[in-house]
Nanobody, 124 residues
C-alpha cells in the first residue's frame, strides 16, 4: 500500500524558513521512478502546484511564485522528499500536500497518491 506522510509544517514569521518532509512507503523512489510533487491549497483557493522532483532523471520544477525561495530535494536512502522553504511570505500560508505519480505533471489530477497535508502559516 502506497502511503505519503507529510511533516514539518507550522507557524513562522515572514522571512523565516521551514522544511517540509514527505516520507513515502509502499514504493521506492529511485527504483520505481516515481515523481513527487508538492501542492498547496489556501482557504477559498484552488489547489496549486508548488514544486516537483522526478526520480527518473532528477529534474526539478518550481512554480514562479516560489522560484529562488523553495528547494525540493530527495533522500533516496530515507525514501523521503523535502521542500526547503526560505524567505516565507504571508501568501505562502496554505495546507501543503505531497503527491506521487509517474511524472511531474502540472495538473494535480494526474497524481495518484496523496498525503494528508500539513499546515503552513506565515505571519506578517
Amino acid at each position: 500500500e502506497v502511503q505519503l506522510v507529510e511533516s514539518g509544517g507550522g507557524l513562522v514569521q515572514a522571512g523565516g524558513s521551514l522544511r517540509l518532509s514527505c516520507a513515502a512507503s509502499g514504493f521506492t523512489l529511485d527504483v520505481d521512478d516515481y515523481a513527487i510533487g508538492w501542492f498547496r491549497q489556501a482557504p477559498g483557493k484552488e489547489r496549486e502546484g508548488v514544486s516537483c522532483i522526478s526520480s527518473s532523471d532528477g529534474r526539478t520544477y518550481y512554480a514562479d511564485s516560489v522560484k529562488g525561495r523553495f528547494t525540493i530535494s530527495s533522500d533516496n536512502a530515507k525514501n523521503t522528499v523535502y521542500l526547503q522553504m526560505n524567505s516565507l511570505k504571508p501568501e505562502d500560508t496554505a495546507v501543503y500536500y505531497c503527491a506521487a505519480t509517474n511524472a511531474c505533471y502540472s495538473d494535480y489530477s494526474w497524481f495518484d497518491y496523496w498525503g494528508q497535508g500539513t499546515q503552513v502559516t506565515v505571519s506578517s
